[in-house]
């Protein structure tokens, strides 16, 4: 099956500047990869996806890429602002199933 | 539009009890999905339903059985509760299939002593 790996599995930053987070999956065959955010005590609510068709994919201050050739894809935040401090996965899928990496809480310091 | 709703938000179970966790959705999706989530292993899904009347096992399915009652409902049964299965519990929807979003339920807090 799927694996995929998220790294860091912490990250704070200061406000204003900007937060990366990667991840790599197994299975080659995958071919959708969204990301979502989870507040504390919420549900997680997708913020970004991707298609494997597409290098990158860019919404106001959020942005992902994507290089199959090496299984890997990014989320990109800028100008970070104290609501992006939240826990952040990332996903891959190619079928029915979603696989999920383990997480990265996110801190943006005031 | 609830979206996805689930019940109960929390609850306490004995090592041995059994309970039902219920999940129903309003988008008029065909597939759903019970994942469980704990401390720093991200969601893993136990079962996952990609039409009305069908089931399959995801990654974590022992010791759970689901069922797909209609399009709108599906459950998830812990026959008899082990301190393991204490997670939290969250069920999702999506129109179609792993390649659109999932919407998910709120949750459910479950804890087995």
């Known amino acids: 099956g799927e694996n995929v790996e998220q790294h860091p599995s912490t990250l704070s930053v200061q406000e204003g500047d900007s937060a990366v987070i990667k991840c790599t999956y197994s299975?080659?065959?995958?071919?959708?990869f969204p990301w979502y955010k989870q507040e504390l005590g919420k549900r997680p609510q997708l913020i970004i996806d991707?298609?494997?068709?597409?290098g990158e994919k860019k919404d106001q201050r959020i942005a992902v890429t994507l290089n199959k050739t090496a299984k890997h894809f990014s989320l990109h935040i800028t100008e970070t602002q104290p609501e992006d401090s939240a826990v952040y996965f990332c996903a891959a899928s190619n079928d029915y199933k979603l696989s999920f990496g383990a997480g990265t809480t996110v801190t943006v310091r005031a | 539009n609830a979206g996805v709703t689930q019940t109960p938000k929390f609850q306490v179970l004995k090592t041995g009890q059994s309970m039902t966790l219920q999940c129903a959705q309003d988008?008029?999706?065909?597939?759903m999905y019970w994942y469980r989530q704990d401390p720093g292993m991200g969601l893993r899904l136990i079962y996952y339903s990609a039409s009305e009347g069908t089931t399959d096992k995801g990654e974590v399915p022992n010791g759970y059985n689901v069922s797909r009652l209609n399009k709108r409902e599906f459950s998830l049964r812990l026959e008899s509760a082990a301190p393991s299965q204490t997670s939290v519990y969250f069920c999702a929807s999506t129109l179609s299939g792993g390649f659109n979003e999932q919407f998910f339920g709120p949750g459910t807090r479950l804890t087995v002593l």
């Open positions: 299975d080659s065959a995958s071919n959708y």
């Open positions: 988008m008029n999706h065909n597939s």
């Open positions: 991707i298609r494997s068709n597409v």
